[in-house]
T-cell receptor, first 111, second 111 residues
Framework: DAKTTQPTSMDCAEGRAANLPCNHS???????VYWYRQIHSQGPQYIIH???NNETNEMASLIITEDRKSSTLILPHATLRDTAVYYC????????????FGKGTLLTVNP | NAGVTQTPKFQVLKTGQSMTLQCAQD?????MYWYRQDPGMGLRLIYY???????DKGEVPNGYNVSRLNKREFSLRLESAAPSQTSVYFC??????????FGPGTRLTVT
């Protein structure tokens, strides 16, 4: 699976959009981009995934660049409860769907 | 649906003691996983089970054994606990490629 690079931490004001970047310059054509988050002391939570088209669900939007070398997770109206570590993971879904979690980005939403 | 449940939530062991961490899911998922998370680190895969009756090693399997008792249950056993196994243990099951659902975790301390 391709490696990802994320900033260690980010801040966002409550009510504003949070834009979390992820670099995955070595991504292969059959690899998806997955986003998870982990609120303190809880298990990780799946957010969204995509291959090459932009995706949106009730939690977030995922924007993948045309060359697929980077992506951005957008939380449109961040709340204090969105404070968490956000993980960007690249995987082809093969190898029995194993995922490799890095250290992620700590997003702190400030009042 | 309860989702993924884990027992116990907390456990303290002395070096050399044994214990089994229990995990169950009620979502009829085929694949299940055990991860550990150490302070400030991402999750590391210990073992996984692609389907009932099969298990495979992950990134850090030494010191652990697993049993996929049936489709619902996947247990993790520490035969002789060591302080290096102090960690938070998460169980997960897989709804679709890359889309994993996690339990609340077991916090284990080995003294």
């Amino acid at each position: 699976d391709a490696k990802t690079t994320q900033p260690t931490s980010m801040d966002c004001a409550e009510g504003r959009a949070a834009n979390l970047p992820c670099n995955h310059s070595t991504i292969s054509g059959n690899e998806y981009v997955y986003w998870y988050r982990q609120i303190h002391s809880q298990g990780p939570q799946y957010i969204i995934h995509g291959l090459k088209n932009n995706e949106t669900n009730e939690m977030a939007s995922l924007i993948i660049t045309e060359d697929r070398k980077s992506s951005t997770l957008i939380l449109p109206h961040a709340t204090l409860r969105d404070t968490a570590v956000y993980y960007c993971i690249v995987s082809d879904g093969g190898s029995n769907y194993k995922l490799t979690f890095g250290k992620g980005t700590l997003l702190t939403v400030n009042p | 649906n309860a989702g993924v449940t884990q027992t116990p939530k907390f456990q303290v062991l002395k070096t050399g003691q044994s214990m089994t961490l229990q995990c169950a899911q009620d979502m009829n998922h085929n694949s299940m996983y055990w991860y550990r998370q150490d302070p400030g680190m991402g999750l590391r895969l210990i073992y996984y089970s692609a389907s009932e009756g099969t298990t495979d090693k992950g990134e850090v399997p030494n010191g652990y054994n697993v049993s996929r008792l049936n489709k619902r249950e996947f247990s993790l056993r520490l035969e002789s606990a060591a302080p290096s196994q102090t960690s938070v243990y998460f169980c997960a099951s897989n709804r679709a490629p890359g889309e994993q659902y996690f339990g609340p975790g077991t916090r284990l301390t080995v003294t």
